[in-house]
């Protein structure tokens, strides 16, 4: 899941036989382990800089409970989320023909999500040595990384297509209902 060249590779790489199993215990943990790693780093910008995200104000860290509470409460949310863009990706994938490409999709956005969830949390470890206290170096971290999915996304796209035997414009609109709204989504939903 953290190899960063199969993120940005033109080419599809052989995958293990335990990718290839969505519902397999390993890559059940997996997806639990992502959503509890963003779930923590969204209790981190909460806490470091609540006027970062525009719900932050919603929520309230002033104890121990309530943070673990919080936790919990995100990690289920970005969960529920990891399987409702599972099924997107399935749907998406039935309605336009395209056959094989949900495993391969989905453990694609997985691992953009490691990716850019290990580098933001390297870059926060860089803050806080640096005492950072700027609101602005948090919402810059933040549409750094939504970048980081857009152009792993794009990536994503030219796999696609040596995958695939249809046409372009076919392969762009299965893209655009299955990536490029849900990732507008997510980012309209973080910085504004």
């Known amino acids: 899941y953290l190899n960063l060249a199969k993120v940005f590779s033109f080419q599809e790489r052989e995958e293990a036989t335990v990718t290839g199993r969505i519902g397999s215990s390993v890559n059940i943990l997996f997806f639990v382990f992502i959503s509890m790693l963003g779930g923590l780093l969204l209790i981190i910008f909460f806490n470091i800089s609540p006027m970062a995200l525009q719900f932050s104000s919603k929520v309230s860290l002033g104890s121990t409970i309530e943070v673990?509470?919080?936790?919990?409460?995100?990690?289920?949310?970005?969960?529920?989320?990891?399987?409702?863009?599972?099924?997107?990706?399935?749907?998406?994938?039935?309605?336009?023909?395209?056959?094989?490409?949900?495993?391969?999709?989905?453990?694609?956005?997985?691992?953009?999500?490691?990716?850019?969830?290990?580098?933001?949390?390297?870059v926060l470890v860089i803050y806080f040595m640096m005492e950072i206290k700027n609101q602005d170096f948090y919402y810059f971290l933040l549409a750094s990384s939504c970048c980081f999915m857009m152009l792993s996304a794009l990536f994503l796209y030219f796999k696609l297509m040596t995958r695939t035997s249809s046409s372009v414009f076919h392969l762009f609109s299965y893209f655009c209902g299955s990536e490029i709204i849900p990732l507008m989504i997510l980012i309209k939903v973080l910085l504004y």
Do not use: E
Request: glycine share 8%.
């Open 68 to 122: 673990f509470t919080w936790w919990l409460l995100l990690t289920l949310i970005i969960l529920i989320l990891l399987f409702g863009k599972l099924l997107l990706i399935w749907s998406m994938s039935a309605l336009f023909g395209f056959k094989g490409v949900v495993r391969f999709q989905f453990f694609n956005f997985i691992r953009s999500l490691y990716v850019a969830s290990a580098l933001m949390g390297i």
